[in-house]
């Protein structure tokens, strides 16, 4: 047909026909494709739709008590009151609820820029707002219908009751940080990376809060909280999706009453102290001074106080007792006066002490420039000879003062259920080889015979050598936690077994340190309870070197010193001599002399230690649901 | 006939297919407002039964009268569409609305039904006067159709453009447009369209086009509209979530959910029987409007017909292949039972009209 005879009545209905056939098709794609998305693709938008209905919102689960051995909360959970923005639903109101929550939260200018911040990257992420008082939340929950992108949520929190006494040992629990999310992420678990997101989320930082994450913790609960599209609540009641799973307690071995004394007593000093059971080697107190309050870190630490803190020279943030490390000094000697019985050297032996002592064409001093004089082990010990030692730790050797130093607790790392616990150091021939490349020389030895040298240890080591001087040498493995934490691995020590008749001149000496003239802590002997003495060592541990010329013009004296170059105070002990039962290490950063400043602490320490009866306390315990159970027989 | 036997033999039929789609509309007017009858979804209630009425006893109106009425009102929206290009009304970010004081309307969804009944008229002349050739028959007719389609894609208004090109080709096909010709159009369609989404469109046309084809890109978040829609539609299910119960609908999740994306909301509180019933409801409509287009005497009742029958198709085809993510987002609402003033009167005056001819199939005029 040519365009020319073209007439509009000759195809219309073919043509009609057609089209409703095209129409008819279309329509039987369209149903198809309604069947498609409401059968078989439902299940996934079903979820995406819940995706937008819900706000997953995962609920901490009360966080596992820390306690003392008799069950006092060094840890507790405190209710808080947090109202939650997320800026990305607040939308074009987001100015208007930000003034908002400045007038019914009396919000700083600092919060408020935080939140405009947020507002500006239309963040994804809930920013947290701790409420000043339940008034302030209560009145920001009222309205919030009309505070699109906020929610309240009433949590938990941690608390640290005993603040600053027990901030090393404890630690601290805070936000998790970026690393700790991607660390998440990156072990393939996304769910616990979004719980950790969350802005009420707190895990463990430091100390035993850190090592025992796990059990702390518990499970995570989750409650569904329906939405609409600009983040505002429903009204409906939040579904519980997931039961919280409690975190477990953990009973420490330390003892409240004690730890609290120990850091009383240290006062203002950058120093610690650390207190064992001679025979179960339980810990009852492992404190630092100065300390810090951790309830600071919780809700995130300014960051001027947090300088403060980083930048004080008593260093509060470092936790002394465990990760300090010192060179032993005299407090070494008992050790390399075990060796050298060992080797053969007979206590009665005199060595005379003139002040110095020549060897390998070097003149090794001794404290005292006058000189001691004639000396066996007992005065050797009692007055801390230099040179009486030297002679003795000639006669045991290098390689057996490292064998008995390790031992003795040296140079072992214990797995305490805390992190930052230093391994020290205990030369031999071996080290030295590797460290420096060349052999072992006799001067060093002299150096290690009085705990100088590169001797290394923490007050944790020197307070297990006391725990093993005091029981006549048997083995005793550091105990921080009593009950319930992660599990630890054991290292057996190196056993050696001691002679008595070794052993004893040894404690002897130790005895006389405090009790007889001429000991150089004679003054800090008495513990002023009926029938219990102590025995102890004093020593020093030389931070600056001293020069031949400085020698020759006289050595200044540590008063005369800036604080930073005075030597640091050393000083072990355990009581009661008669009967053992606490040993114990006092380091005094700085301090000067062992026997002047660390001496009296260490012997106040240890007289309330006996006074309070710590070892005897009842404990508290967990039972077989991992229920704290106090010592009266209540549970938590 | 007398007016009892006019109201015996009025189809009946297709009045409660009407009636059961605005009733759609109602109850989900209600539902997508939250539940209530306070605002829009009232109005949309009161509006809609004016127009039913009113739609029902224009279907006793003789054909003659709605075809001495083609050209006046296909010159008056004409004049209305150069109206707005000099006084519109913006919303949205195109000039399509015309106040004129007591309402305003849109002169292209009333230039929808206009053209139709001119063209009609033309074709029923043409047959008439014995008319033919290919300029008559296919150009004349044409410029009649480009003329307000290029007017409504300059406001601009590329869904009802693209409508009324739909409706006016689509009488010019029935007409008898050589296969030929058929084949060249859509040949320059190919070439030209690419061109025409890079050079003559405005960017949020262009921009949901390719949202269309590449879903990452999505300046304007209708990707994300198109995604909340079908959320919607699958989260119901085959039984639905309840009516008033739909996350999506009632949390505001489904975007434009009085309008354009009404069916999702059905289809996500009524599921699979509530969805289906207003397709069915469209098919039987179209169903009887296709048979009126077949079966009526009069050149003019016929071409009237096949223009308001795809134009109504076109309506829904588009709306429901936009929502359930076959087609990009073009703002064409669903018929009946989206929210809507002018489209809601423009189709029921299809509805109308299809009655009217229904009464006077064998009318020869």
């Known amino acids: 047909m040519g365009t020319r005879d073209l007439k509009p009545d000759i195809d219309f209905n073919r043509r009609a026909l057609l089209v409703a056939g095209a129409g008819g098709a279309v329509w039987a794609g369209l149903t198809m494709r309604l069947v498609q998305l409401q059968t078989v693709e439902s299940e996934a938008l079903r979820l995406a739709s819940e995706e937008n209905q819900f706000d997953l919102r995962l609920r901490a689960a009360p966080r596992g008590l820390i306690t ?127 719980f950790l997101q969350d802005p009420s989320v707190r895990i463990g930082k430091t100390g035993v809060e850190i090592a025992n994450e796990a059990v702390l913790q518990g499970r995570p609960g989750r409650v569904k909280i329906e939405v609409d599209v600009h983040g505002r609540r429903t009204g409906r009641a939040p579904i519980a999706d997931l039961d919280p799973v409690a975190g477990q307690p953990v009973i420490l071995t330390l003892d409240a009453r004690l730890q609290t004394y120990a850091m009383e007593r240290m006062g203002t000093e950058s120093a610690s102290a650390v207190v064992m059971d001679t025979e179960t080697g339980e810990l009852y107190c492992l404190a630092s001074s100065p300390g810090f309050d951790p309830n600071l870190f919780v809700d995130g630490i300014p960051s001027r106080i947090f300088r403060e803190l980083n930048e004080d020279d008593h260093r509060p943030l470092y936790h002394k007792a465990l990760t300090g490390t010192y060179p032993p000094g005299s407090t070494f000697k008992m050790v390399t ?164 008749d070794h052993m004893t001149p040894v404690q002897k000496g130790m005895w006389g340190v405090m009790n007889e003239g001429g000991g150089t802590a004679r003054g800090s002997g008495d513990m002023g309870i009926e029938g219990v003495t102590m025995a102890g060592k004093t020593g020093t541990a030389q931070v600056r070197i001293i020069t031949m010329a400085e020698r020759r013009r006289g050595v200044i004296a ?79 | 006939m007398t007016l009892r036997e006019k109201l015996f033999s009025l189809n009946w039929l297709m009045v409660l297919v009407v009636a059961g789609l605005c009733a759609f509309g109602i109850a989900f007017q209600y539902s997508v407002n939250g539940g209530s009858w306070v605002g829009e979804a009232g109005e949309h209630a009161e509006r809609i039964v004016l127009f039913f009425v009113v739609a029902v006893v224009l279907a006793f109106v003789p054909l003659r009268w709605w075809r001495a009425a083609a050209w006046p009102a296909y010159a008056v929206s004409l004049l209305m569409l150069v109206a707005v290009e000099v006084v519109g009304v913006t919303r949205m970010g195109a000039q399509r609305w015309l106040d004129l004081g007591i309402m305003t309307i849109q002169p292209s969804e009333i230039m929808k039904m206009a053209l139709v009944l001119a063209l009609a008229d033309y074709f029923h002349r043409a047959i008439e006067n014995g008319w033919k050739g290919f300029w008559l028959i296919v150009v004349v007719p044409l410029l009649v159709t480009l003329l307000p389609v290029a007017l409504v894609f300059h406001q601009p208004n590329l869904g009802t453009g693209l409508l009324l090109l739909a409706s006016g080709g689509a009488l010019i096909f029935f007409a008898g447009l050589p296969w030929r010709y058929i084949v060249g159009a859509l040949a320059v369609l190919v070439v030209a369209t690419p061109l025409y989404v890079l050079y003559g469109m405005h960017d949020y046309q262009r921009d949901r086009v390719m949202t269309f084809i590449n879903p990452d890109y999505d300046p304007q978040g209708e990707g994300y509209n198109i995604a909340q829609s079908k959320i919607a539609i699958g989260a119901g299910g085959f039984w639905g979530r309840g009516y008033l119960e739909g996350s999506q609908v009632q949390n ?102 299809a009655l009217s001819v229904g009464l006077n199939r064998d009318k020869k005029l």
């Open chain 1, 337 to 500: 006066a075990l060796a050298a019985l060992d080797a053969g050297f007979d206590p009665s032996f005199r060595v005379n002490c003139p002040g110095f002592y020549f060897f390998g064409g070097r003149r090794f001093h001794c404290w005292s420039r006058r000189g001691h004089g004639p000396m066996d082990m007992h005065e050797g010990i009692k007055q801390s000879c230099d040179v009486y030692f030297y002679v003795a730790g000639l006669q045991a050797g290098p390689e057996r003062i490292a064998k008995f130093a390790r031992a003795f607790g040296f140079g072992h790392r214990y797995e305490l259920g805390v992190p930052g616990v230093s391994r020290g150091l205990v030369p031999d021939f071996e080290w030295h080889q590797r460290r420096y490349g060349r052999q072992w020389s006799g001067g060093e030895t002299l150096n290690n015979s009085i705990g100088q040298g590169a001797l290394l240890s923490s007050p944790l080591h020197l307070a297990v050598m006391s725990c093993h001087l005091a029981n006549g040498g048997l083995p005793v493995w550091p105990k921080l936690i009593r009950e319930g934490g992660a599990p630890l691995n054991r290292i057996d020590l190196p056993e050696i077994a001691i002679p008595a």
């Open chain 1, 558 to 636: 540590n008063a005369d010193l800036p604080w930073h170059l005075r030597d640091h105070a050393l000083f072990v002990a355990y009581a009661p001599f008669e009967k053992p039962r606490y040993a114990i290490s006092v380091v005094v950063e700085h301090g000067g002399s062992g026997s002047k400043a660390a001496a009296p602490i260490a012997r106040d320490i240890l007289a309330q230690a006996i006074m309070l009866d710590v070892a005897g306390a009842a404990p508290a315990r967990l039972d077989d649901q991992k229920r704290l159970v106090l010592p009266q027989g209540t549970t938590a």
């Open chain 2, 252 to 353: 505001d999740f489904l975007p434009e959910k009085q309008t354009d994306f009404i069916f999702a909301a059905v289809a996500e509180e009524t599921g699979f029987p509530g969805a289906a019933s207003i397709m069915a409801l469209y098919a039987a409509l179209l169903a009887m409007m296709v048979s009126l287009t077949l079966n009526a005497r009069a050149a003019f009742a016929r071409y009237a017909m096949a223009g308001i029958t795809v134009m109504v198709a076109t309506y829904v085809f588009i709306n429901l292949g936009m929502v359930m993510g076959l087609m990009p987002v073009v703002g064409i609402p669903l018929p009946l039972v989206s929210f809507g003033g002018t489209a809601i009167m423009v189709i029921l005056a299809g509805v109308a009209f």
């Open chain 1, 68 to 194: 003392d051995r008799t069950g006092v909360a060094l840890a507790a959970n405190k209710p808080d009151y947090q109202v939650l923005f997320l800026p990305e639903r607040a939308g074009a109101e987001a100015g208007y609820v930000i003034e908002m929550l400045r007038i019914l939260m009396d919000l700083p200018d600092a919060t408020v820029v935080r939140l405009q911040r947020g507002v500006d990257q239309a963040a994804h992420e809930e920013i947290l707002l701790q409420a000043n008082s339940w008034e302030d939340f209560s009145r920001v929950s009222l309205r919030l219908t009309d505070l699109p992108g906020v929610s309240t949520d009433t949590g938990m929190v941690r608390a640290y009751p005993y603040a600053r006494a027990f901030a090393h040992p404890i630690g601290y629990v805070a936000k998790p940080s970026q690393r700790d999310v991607d660390r998440a992420r990156e072990a393939g678990d996304d769910g616990h990376a979004r």
